[in-house]
């Protein structure tokens, strides 16, 4: 018996979750008796709340979809999307330790008590969750669209079009496949473009799905509103602990199944070209190279202090090494489950061949390909519960800022039983944002690069605040206005101004590339007579399709049906390749990974240029307001949040206590020398991370 496309025993597997989930949500909802509770859990968060909290924050099983479909896409250099993050990991030692000092609750709070106004503080709390739903409808979508291809119809009940639609996907498959190695006969070359034109819209499936975007959206997006406007941080962080179960269960178990129905490693390689298997870049087809991945590391480096959830994380810490600790140990946990989503993502290309027409649901296509009845539904609560887990403490991060730097400023003096109410329901109203933004922009990928240059507005700084005295207020004024226009604004707007999205200049395309790289031969180059024997090294070209220059989707026909129909810009436009090519840089002539590089250079550069410049020609904080604050960023959180009100105190009696540890004395800059567990944690941090790649390159090298 099947109810939607799912087995009886998978349906009774999710719905006994969601019981579990929402019968957690109300016993922990008589814990929280005010706003601390609520948002930071009454800062009371050891070192095991701090790691499943941290590591369900970095390790939402949405991520297991991103991960595998750009590997799917690029071989596995595409896994550098999601472990970029590794090499940030020491960095983490000592930011969560400047987010726990700083002793606020929200990061809003941060520039009001910085700079004594509370402007930015408002301007941040209002981008932050245009920000954060962003985020939001990422997750919305990589659970839908893993989903998807595990709730099909029937093919006998396939209507006319619906039958026409998996047809068309199939006719496109085998035209592609035979465009990569030739170009197509003249008689061909019409129907290619017609059906190209429909797959880049997504209109072209495999197969047909009962699961639909709104209603999936509003009712997954439902539970968790009701979840957390019941139990809060809290709340999120028990589902967090068993969350983290469910995620290394699903991240592993569909590598057994996968290699016992290839034939074992070795028969992967045999199957996946090699040079799929480079970690770092992909002869010309990957976007991952080391100069993209060089300035992907740049720009999470420079932007990652953005999120506001570093500050309920670390906040909620009872102590500074929790906090630490927490976040270490869930950071580096997330890196050996990343390695597992991208070995995926390789079965992937085994089992399907290089041309799904969405690649976003190769997660769900190996699910259903590969799972028995039973570890299905484990597979789906993973997903939902990644989701619930991820929307969950965003949605508790959006109401603080919402009630603490929005609501309360405006309505003063009420009850605190008063805010409550405003914060959760606060909760509905960012959530369901969330889903009318995932309804519009379709792409996890698309939305992915997105979420990481949207952190650089905030991200530089809130980095500079922590180590930079000569930071002022009007320059972080500047700097977020003009990076908001350059990564945000523009990049929404030209898309939907149809004169500028049909623009011939805008819709420019890259010049088609031929690629050739020596390889193996496998068993069905042996067939198609490109070699004699399996194993022979031989020579294999590649022809590249010409890529949009400037929109993030592509550039399709404003009527699939014509091909004299003007073409027009799908997705987000990409100023950034947009002005390089104005400075007259040959950007038609850039490959996929140096288009990334442009994108990430300019995005992190220009905000750091901005600010530093405009801070050094406009006039500083007050001495005193900046003695205050450095001298409680040196000192350290108490036992108790009694001891520490007392050595807070006393660092304000006498601000130059701590001056003997800064590492350049009379600078502006406030940064301090190491103790102990700084040092130690660095470089333990460092020879983890060196581990965790040699780990992955041997992963990568079994049965070659």
Known sequence: MTFFGLHLIDTIVIVAYIISVLVIGKVLAHGVKGESDFFLGGRSLGKWFQFFLSFGNMADPGQATTTSSSVYRQGAGGSWLALITLFLTPYYWFMYVWFRRVRLTTTAELFEDRFGRRLLATLYAVTTIMMAIVTIAAGNVVALKTLQPLMVKDTAIYSVEEHQRVSDYHEFSELRKQRQTSALPEEKAPRYEILKGYYDRGELQPYITYLQPATFYLVSTGLVAIFVMLGGLKASAVVDAVQAVLVILISIILIPFGLYQLGGPSALHEKVPA?????????????????????????????????QAHMTIAGSATNELAARVGVVTGGFSKRFITIAWAYCGLIAIALFGPNLSDPDQAWGLLTRALLPVGLVGVMII???????????????????????????????????????????????????????????????????????????????????????????????????????????????????????????????????????????????????????????????????????????????????????????????????????????????????????????????????????????????????????????????VGATLEEDAVAVKEGYANPTRYDHLKLFPRSNWEFTKWNRQDMLGFLGCCALVGGIVIFFKGVLWIGS
Do not use: C
């Open 382 to 636: 993973g997903i939902l519960g990644g989701k619930l887990a991820l929307l969950g403490a965003q949605s508790v991060v959006l109401s603080g800022l919402v009630v603490e730097n929005l609501y309360e400023p405006v309505f003063p003096g009420k009850s605190e039983k008063h805010y409550m109410v405003i914060a959760r329901l606060t909760v509905p109203a960012v959530l369901g944002a969330g889903v009318a933004v995932g309804l519009y922009l379709n792409s996890v990928i698309a939305l992915l690069k997105f979420a990481i240059v949207l952190l650089v507005i905030w991200g530089v700084p809130i980095t500079l605040i922590f180590i930079w005295r000569r930071l002022t207020e009007v320059a972080v004024r500047v700097q977020v206005v003009s990076t908001i226009l350059l990564v945000a604004v523009i990049p929404w707007v030209v898309p939907a101004i149809p004169a500028l999205a049909r623009s011939e200049a805008l819709t420019a395309m890259s010049r088609e590339q031929v690629i050739t790289s020596e390889t193996k031969a496998t068993a069905s180059d042996v067939a198609a007579g490109l070699a004699s024997v399996e194993g022979q090294t031989i020579t294999k070209t590649v022809r590249v399709e010409p890529v949009s220059l400037y929109f993030e989707e592509g550039v399709v026909r404003s009527d699939p049906k014509d091909l004299t129909s003007p073409k027009t810009g799908i997705g987000l436009f990409r100023v950034e390749a947009y002005l390089v090519g104005l400075l007259g840089f040959d950007v038609a002539g850039f490959s996929a990974a140096q288009l990334l590089t442009t994108r990430y250079m300019v995005d992190a550069l220009f905000p750091i240029l901005v600010v530093m410049l405009v801070s050094l020609l406009t006039r500083p904080t007050e001495k005193a307001r900046l003695d205050r604050f450095y001298v409680r960023m040196k000192t350290p």
């Open 275 to 307: 040079i799929m298997f480079n970690l770092f870049g992909g002869g010309g087809l990957s976007e991952y190279t080391w100069h993209s991945i060089g300035a992907l590391l740049f720009v999470q480096f420079v932007g990652i202090a953005g999120s």
